[in-house]
Each structure stands twice: as structure tokens, then as C-alpha cells.
């Protein structure tokens, strides 16, 4: 059905897009260092290694500097969950889909890590991947960055809720949205097909007040969020015993239980 109703708006869509690309607010990527070591573990005990690799989200769009972002939060948040140095590295690129981001990897100086978190897909809404060509892509994307890194668990964002995106005008907002839940779907099934990987939902995130000012990144309150959600989901691979209420509740209480906020 989707099919159908591109074709049948084809016109209204494809013209809704290009007033989009042309008037969007265009922010720039977080400032500030991406790899560095937060925490005060013992100097001699080996850190914990993460590596957060995306898109523009990941990249920290929507906020002024790394500290308030993603892959330095959650670095932050999880030392103090765990006691431990972590050593952390983001690889990141405004505008990338899955395909990109493993073309971006293999360009890239890549670290050792124990942890690996994505955070991809808008991008390959909007250049309408079709669900099989997004997974193989991830796919691919998870196997090169297991071997490249060494890396025992992977955290996998799901996608941002475009059907809410205020920055994208009817219909193609609601075209957007269901296009998304589509791969955020076949993505979700296959996270979950092993031990070793998570998905970390972003539903919660369908409230625009909270948005950047670009109406489209993640605002400040929402990188907390979502910090903290991949710091519990982290923690749960370093600890399949740890509590997993929380991955189904969005109390903060649930999240304190494990140390990450």
C-alpha cells in the first residue's frame, strides 16, 4: 500500500521534498573532541572501549558540543554505572545512510572497542532504501565493525518518529513516518535475532517542543534521553543478569535502577 500511495503522490511528495531540502535550517555537527576518556577507574585498569558511529544525530546536530550530545554522554553515564574508565570514539557524518556510514568506516582510523552503537536510518528513508538493501547494508555494517573492532555487543538506535518530524509538511511527513516505521520494523526483528546486539527505541522521542531549533535533530533533553538509554542498554550486555524493565518503561525510576542518568 505504501508503494501505492507513492505513486499516487508522487508529484505532491517529490515537490513537498525539494522545498524541504531548500528551505531547511542546516545546523552543524556538535564541537568539541570525538574520542577522549571519561571517568576516574583506576589508571591501571583497562578501560572500556565504545565506538559510536551515525549520522548527523550521532554527530550531535542539534546541540552546541560533544558534552551535550551522544557518544560523550554516554561514555560519562557508563563509567559511572560501572566503576570503570571508558575510552570512547565517535565516527560520524551528516547526511550518511548505512551503505555511507560502512563507506565512512572503512576511510576512517577506527579504535578497538568492546561496544559498538549506530545510530542511522533517517537517511535511508530519504533516499527510500528498500528494507532489504537497508538490512544488508547494516548487515554488512555489523560484520565490518566486528572485525575491525573486536567488538562483543552491538546497540542499535532504531529510527527517529518522522511521522511527527514538524520541519516536513503533509503528506510527506506522513509518508516519511510510515516509511520509517517500515525499516524501523525489519530492523528491529533482526537486532533481536541475537544475544549480542540491543535496539534502543526512539518512539519516545514523537514530542517536536523537545526538537532543535532546525525542527529536525534532537534537542538538548532528548540526547540525555537517549544517552541514557543506550548507557542501560550497554550495561545489560555487559550484564545479561541487570535488571531489562526499564528497556519497556520510560519512568526515569526505571533508569536510576541501573545507575544511568
Known sequence: MLTLYKIVLGPVLLAQARWLRATALRLP????????????????AVPLRLLVVGDSS????????????????VARLLSAATGRRVAWQLIAKSGVNTGEALALLARSQIEPADYVVTALGTNDVTSQRKPAGFLRDYIALEEYLRERTGAMGMVVTGL????????????LRWYLGRYALRLDSALRRW?????????????WAANPVEMAVDRYHPGPSQYHRWAELVCEAIVTLIDPSASLASRANDSVAAHTSIGCC
Not at 29 to 44: F, K, L, N, T, W
Request: zero cysteines; glycine letters at 10%; aromatic letters at 2%.
Open 29 to 44: 555537527e556538535a564541537a568539541g573532541p570525538r574520542s577522549g576518556v571519561e571517568g576516574e577507574g583506576r589508571v591501571s
Open 58 to 73: 550521532a554527530a550531535g546536530v542539534g546541540v552546541d558540543e560533544q558534552a551535550r550530545a551522544l557518544a560523550q554522554p
Open 160 to 171: 527517529p518518529p518522522l511521522r511527527i518530524l514538524p520541519a516536513a509538511p503533509h503528506p
Open 191 to 203: 537486532v533481536e535475532l541475537h544475544a549480542a546486539r540491543r535496539y534502543v527505541s526512539l518512539n
